[in-house]
């Protein structure tokens, strides 16, 4: 319990704490909109070579 | 480091947080997933400069964090409806009183100098560490402390003392003055 450094200025700071986590986990919680995931997704592949038509086997590029 | 799946999905699991960073930091949800978008390509375009095994969100909130210092010097408070649009933001709207008091929250925190605003949410909302705060910020430790100790005494004054003005007697003595018809 608050103890050393008074009673009402703990409960403050505490409530303060309480208050800026809330905010912030108000919005960690909508978790990660599809506009993010779909760009590191993107970002991820390399792009297929738009001369390849199919993109089946990666090694089909070398020939 | 060649960007990985694994990599990548540690960035991918960094940015709901990343998007509380750039909107307690902004007040503007629309502008700071444009600093979150920013932020992203930047990390994957230098991801080489990336240390395998070193701290992934203390990098990408650096990012984020310089993204928006240079982006804010050019705007200043251009952008002046914060508390509107913060709580488009919101999936869930709080309750009417939960929601007043949490709009007089965000407007004392918008009222706190930005150094200390962000040392504040660094450590008591997203959880860093007073080292891994000084590091995305650029500055020392003990810096890191202070500000965060006057941004909480600020916070305090402005929310649970300076209220008590609120209650000062001049609704009171107007209402009484204006009763009474002269």
Redesign the interface.
Known sequence: MPGKQGGLNAEIQSRIGHQLRAMYDDVVRQGVPDRFAELIRKLDVPKPDPQLGNTGDPEDGRS | MP?T?SL?DD??AS???L???A??LSGNGDRA?DL??ET??RA?ANIDSFQPGSNLPAWLFTILRNLFRSDYRKRRREVEDADGNYAK????QPAQNAHL??EE??AA?DKLPQDQREA??LV???GFSYEDAAAICGCAVGTIKSRVNRA?SK??AL??VEGADDFGPDDTVRAVIGGSGG
């Open positions: 960007l799946d990548r960035i991918l940015v709901p947080s998007r509380a960073f909107i307690s997933d979150v978008q992203l390509l994957l933001t919101l999936k869930t008091e949490f929250f965000r925190l504040l949410i008591g909302a997203s909480r916070l305090s929310l649970y």
